[in-house]
């Protein structure tokens, strides 16, 4: 499993990184809102953890750019602040999922899985339909 973390603050990066190779998950780190999408584009990730406010371009930005670009990378936002408008925003966007910080390692994997899963069973779907044509 290979997933992009885009995250500013180095601290909280480190530590996402640290504790999915806990997990046994490979990631890359992006600093920047450009630096990710750049990265996003480039690289063939399972998932994406999104921050939401980022230097340069920020993490609604990038999800509109990366959609817009035909990238389907499922989407897991890191939002700072519990606001309805905040989570709204991110899903109207075509983030697939969201977190409020801070919140607790296991509620990330857990929710990392659950979108992987989702995403095998579209990929499923879309075998067997494929299949009866
Ligand atoms: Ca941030």
Redesign the pocket.
């Known amino acids: 499993m290979y997933i992009l973390i885009v995250?500013?603050?180095a601290k909280a990066a480190a530590h996402l990184k640290k504790g999915l190779a806990e997990v046994n998950i490979v990631t890359d780190v992006a600093k920047d809102g450009l630096q990710g999408l750049a990265l996003a584009q480039t690289k063939e990730y399972d998932l994406i953890i999104l921050?939401?406010?980022?230097p340069g371009i920020d993490g609604w930005e990038v999800v509109k750019r990366l959609r817009a670009d035909g990238r389907n990378t499922p989407i897991l936002m890191l939002t700072?602040r519990d606001a309805v408008h905040d989570r709204v925003t991110g899903l109207q966007l075509g983030a697939d999922d969201y977190l409020v910080k801070p919140f607790a390692f296991s509620e990330l994997v857990a929710r990392i899985q659950s979108l992987l899963r989702r995403g095998q069973v579209m990929q499923s779907d879309l075998l067997r339909v494929r299949t009866w044509r």
Do not use: S
Request: net charge negative; glycine share 0%.
């Open positions: 995250e500013d603050e921050d939401v406010m980022l700072a």
